[in-house]
């Protein structure tokens, strides 16, 4: 779940101006226009307009300061749920290595004594009241769950367990898996009235960064470091994919920022695949030395008028 005072750069104590300040910066260095075909400016720069969206907003920012995210959903109604908050225990959801933390709505009751428990308070809580009069099904539960960026590709499946006990739950990802995609597990969410079945657990799947690639809806992009020799005399060098190591060839006189495209070396999907985008970075030496100052001369005596040639605002 995306933190929205992190988005903007900013504490969660800063003002409307500090706010509108760092919006307008972010907004400019990352708008499409200055930053085009560049997908991950356009990704963030949704991000930064989302974050602005409700901060700059007082009640919308107030509510996501106490609620977060579920603040937002259509419905939401904030008394329901702060009565809901103090009628739990707070108990957990773990995963195994840390991930994923999920509400504990299995049990509890109404302050006080007052009778109705959970099914009402959650019924109100996400815009609908629950059925009365014979059995029904539970509420769904929703909470999110982290994936690492591999596993979210290959698929995995995960193990969940309530801390204080119940039956262990079996999530698989499928191979492919977006951020934001998501996923029902069917019979694990809150417990039904008078006989009624259980609710569903509803997992909304958040996928961890790559120190190396990029991923872009099935594409998957890679910076890849090439020498001087490489990148002027042309080479074959190993790049690495999910089915393992391939071989690409660098284009004699490649320049940084040119890309190579391996297709179908990308993201699988059911039955679609995308491809592998791979960015030439030229990399320059960064010892001194009498030879490569000699060798960095040779070259620039070599290049061809003037290389910024054209460029204007």
């Given at each position: 779940m995306a933190d929205f005072y992190?988005?903007?750069?900013?504490?969660?104590?800063?003002?409307?101006?500090?706010?509108?300040?760092?919006?307008?910066?972010?907004?400019?260095e990352l708008h499409p226009d200055k930053n085009p075909g560049n997908k991950k400016a356009e990704s963030r720069f949704k991000l930064v307009n989302r974050a602005n969206q409700v901060l700059s907003d007082p009640d919308k920012r107030k509510l996501y300061d106490e609620f977060g995210e579920d603040a937002l959903r259509e419905g939401f109604d904030a008394d329901a749920a702060r009565a809901y908050r103090s009628a739990t225990r707070g108990g957990r959801v773990r995963q195994p290595g840390g991930g994923v933390s999920l509400e504990d709505l299995f049990g509890g009751g109404m302050p006080g004594g007052a009778q109705g428990g959970i099914?009402?308070?959650?019924?109100?809580?996400?815009?609908?009241?629950v059925r009365r009069g014979g059995p029904s099904k539970g509420p769904d539960i929703a909470s999110e769950v982290n994936v690492d960026f591999v596993s979210a590709i290959r698929g995995s499946e995960l193990r969940l367990r309530m801390q204080d006990g119940g039956e262990e739950v079996k999530v698989r990802i499928p191979p492919g898996a977006g951020d934001g995609d998501r996923l029902r597990v069917a019979g694990h969410g809150a417990p039904g009235e008078l006989g009624g079945p259980p609710g569903d657990l509803l997992l909304t799947i958040r996928v961890g960064s790559h120190p190396h690639f990029e991923r872009s809806g099935l594409d998957l992009y890679l910076n890849l470091p090439v020498t001087v020799a490489e990148a002027y005399k042309g080479a074959k060098v190993r790049v690495p994919t999910l089915e393992g190591p391939v071989t690409l060839t660098v284009p004699k006189h490649a320049q940084s920022g040119q890309v190579a495209r391996l297709k179908g070396k990308g993201v699988k999907r059911q039955n679609n695949q995308g491809d592998l985008y791979v960015r030439f970075d030229v990399k320059l030496p960064?010892?001194?030395?009498?030879?490569?100052?000699?060798?960095?001369?040779?070259?620039?005596?070599?290049?061809?008028?003037?290389?910024?040639?054209?460029i204007e605002f």
């Open positions: 992190k988005e903007l750069g900013v504490e969660r104590s800063a003002s409307a101006d500090e706010i509108k300040k760092a919006y307008r910066k972010l907004a400019a099914g009402d308070m959650f019924g109100d809580l996400f815009g609908g009241r960064t010892k001194e030395s009498a030879g490569v100052e000699k060798a960095v001369e040779t070259l620039a005596s070599a290049m061809e008028g003037d290389v910024r040639e054209g």
